[in-house]
């Protein structure tokens, strides 16, 4: 076998999106009604899947550089107050308002976690679970609990971030796919990640700046966790504080949704575009389970089995194809 | 111990005009004492055989030397200029390239991608894929390794061919001093032959400088312009290759073995 194509881990992906597609027509067919090809339902779903699809895209980036950031929701939650704050108490003018909250929040949270992670040798695990308590503690008590209304200067704005139709979201998820996967696939920044996930010491012998990598990627994920939050905000046309709890959800969706795309859990591989298919496999099951009218209580039931069945697949098809593979 | 203040001249030193001089470079890890009091020197174009038993410090001065990490003590001078290794990138703009004895590879980038890893060819801001895959096919023909597909996983590969992929990575850079530690070590025959070739092409240029560590006297004897013998943190044995033999150096090891068999077997050692 020679030339890169689909022999590598990566493509993985592609074998457990398709017995989830199997699954979830199965499940459709047996409701009697096509989900997929309705607008309202297609609407639901990218509204579901974007959020999901932009976060992936930083979680790839850190799983297959080794890490991990599980901050990244309460980022997420974070961000619409301080833009709030920014553009109502000080007066920041509205785009800038909302780039400082990105860079501020985001890349500064990113560079905490890699100041905990690289610097002072936590675990990211560990490390990026802290600074998401002590963000949802931020939040909360900043925000007194409560939700805030979108700064008024900024309406006008809301439509270039996802409030102008609810496709918009979606876009922006592609627009970002084609970034990140140019970054990861074809500049020295991705190649480098790749490097220091797949071996660190060798990577470092090479002269990889291993340090500045991981930095550098806590902080792209933190920006795309802020700049989602304020998508939400916008869509939603509220700041929510989401009660703390809730802001793990879209955190865990990216990181499931990186790793049935086939991202290595272990680093050095995966691929934005797995990421993107993966966070539509999870969409299209909640979207598409809410749809066919299966009740809220056992939802979570078929979730996680589906997600263990894609990534059943996923290590078998993986085991079978290196066993096939002849040398 | 009391180290002289710094000499011009390491024992054995030839007149100036050295590529690299190692004065007095020591190294610990904790309590233990990878290096001592280490002098080296290395002619220009000349290729320097570092001999040792395990755990004499080779590997630790290779480390030194390439900017892995700093010694303890001592100078380093390139080109007669003491230099501070700052870091490996460092130590490269100065012309020092390294071939590790771990290869520092990585399984999941193509054939291509680790020959250029950190050297990339780039049109900003994207990589020069077509180029490094042509570069890095030219280079792999010129040193006559056989490799199916430049855009082969690493992790595809034999031990052999991976040596010959990092190798070539540091022939290619257009290095002044290229520090190889075990290239031969994974290797058959054949593979080795490669590597030899490799090196005896560069002697016959004689721009590039290199020292190899290695563990069969046969081999180093074979490429190499001068021995020298690593034991305990210290240059203990300087000779020209043509000068020493295989048996002489033998000896000199098998006469350590020797002494570290009967301070064991003294009454006392070891707690008995």
Redo the contacts between chains.
């Keep these: 076998m020679?030339?890169?194509g689909c022999d590598?881990?990566d493509c993985s992906c592609s074998g457990s999106v398709v017995i989830l597609l199997i699954i979830y027509f199965g499940v459709i067919s047996s409701a009697g009604r096509s989900v997929f090809f309705e607008h309202a339902d297609l609407q639901n779903l990218s509204v579901i899947a974007a959020p999901i699809m932009i976060i992936a895209y930083g979680e790839v980036l850190l799983l297959i550089c080794g890490e991990i950031d599980l901050s990244v929701g309460f980022i997420y939650v974070f961000a619409p107050y301080v833009m709030h704050f920014f553009v109502d108490y000080y007066g920041i003018p509205g785009p800038l308002g909302i780039i400082l909250a990105i860079l501020v929040v985001g890349g500064g949270v990113g560079w905490i976690n890699g100041f905990l992670t690289v610097t002072l040798g936590l675990p990211s695990f560990i490390a990026t679970l802290g600074t998401g308590f002590v963000l949802s503690g931020m939040t909360l008590s900043m925000a007194h609990g409560e939700q805030a209304p979108i700064p008024p200067l900024l309406l006008g704005l809301g439509k270039w971030l996802g409030s102008g139709s609810n496709f918009s979201q979606i876009v922006w998820a592609v627009i970002l796919l084609g970034v990140f996967h140019?970054l990861l696939r074809?500049?020295?920044w991705g190649?480098?990640t790749?490097?220091v996930?797949?071996?660190l010491?060798?990577?470092?012998?090479?002269?990889?700046?291993s340090a500045r990598i991981k930095y550098g990627n806590f902080m792209l994920t933190g920006m795309l966790g802020a700049f989602t939050g304020i998508q939400i905000a916008f869509q939603t046309n509220v700041i929510d504080t989401f009660a703390g709890g809730a802001a793990y959800q879209p955190m865990f969706y990216a990181v499931a949704a990186a790793v049935i795309g086939g991202t290595a859990m272990l680093g050095?591989?995966g691929t934005m575009v797995g990421a993107f298919f993966g966070a539509a496999v999870l969409a299209i099951l909640e979207g598409g389970f809410e749809v066919i009218g299966i009740s809220a209580f056992p939802l979570q039931i078929y979730f996680g089995a589906a997600i263990l069945i894609a990534m059943i697949a996923n290590v078998q098809l993986t085991r079978l194809r290196g066993e096939g593979?002849v040398? | 111990m009391t180290v002289p203040a710094r000499q011009s001249q390491p024992a054995g030193a030839s007149q100036g005009g050295d590529v690299l001089r190692v004065e007095h470079v020591a190294k610990s890890f904790g309590a233990v004492t990878a290096l001592r009091d280490v002098n080296l020197r290395l002619g220009p174009g000349e290729v320097l055989g570092l001999l040792g038993d395990n755990g004499a410090g080779k590997s630790t001065l290779m480390k030194i030397l390439?900017g892995?990490q700093p010694p303890d003590a001592g100078a380093i001078l390139i080109n007669g200029r003491e230099v501070h290794l700052r870091?490996?990138?460092h130590a490269?703009s100065l012309g020092i390239d390294?071939v590790?004895q771990?290869?520092?590879?990585?399984?999941?980038?193509?054939v291509y991608?680790n020959m250029f890893?950190?050297r990339?060819k780039?049109r900003w801001?994207?990589?020069a894929?077509r180029t490094m895959r042509r570069l890095a096919r030219e280079y792999l023909d010129e040193m006559g390794v056989n490799i199916?597909?430049v855009?082969?996983?690493v992790a595809?590969l034999s031990g052999g061919q991976r040596q010959a992929i990092a190798v070539a990575r540091a022939v290619y850079s257009n290095a002044k001093i290229l520090l190889l530690d075990e290239p031969l070590a994974a290797m058959g025959a054949k593979e080795a032959a490669i590597i030899l070739d490799q090196v005896r092409d560069l002697k016959r240029k004689g721009d590039v400088s290199v020292i190899i560590i290695a563990h069969n006297y046969g081999q180093a004897l074979e490429i190499c312009d001068r021995i020298n013998l690593l034991q305990h943190g210290m240059i203990t044995f300087d000779k020209p290759a043509k000068d020493t033999s295989v048996a002489e150096l033998n000896d000199i090891v098998i006469a350590e073995y020797r002494r570290a068999l009967e301070d064991r077997q003294r009454p006392g050692a070891n707690g008995r």
């Design positions: 020679s030339s890169g590598r881990p140019m074809h500049t020295r190649l480098h790749i490097a996930g797949g071996n010491l060798g990577a470092r012998e090479a002269g990889v700046n050095g591989s593979r040398r | 390439c892995f870091s490996v990138d490269r390294t590790y771990d290869l520092a590879l990585i399984n999941q980038l193509s991608h890893l950190n990339e780039v801001p994207l990589l894929n199916p597909s855009d082969t996983d595809a």
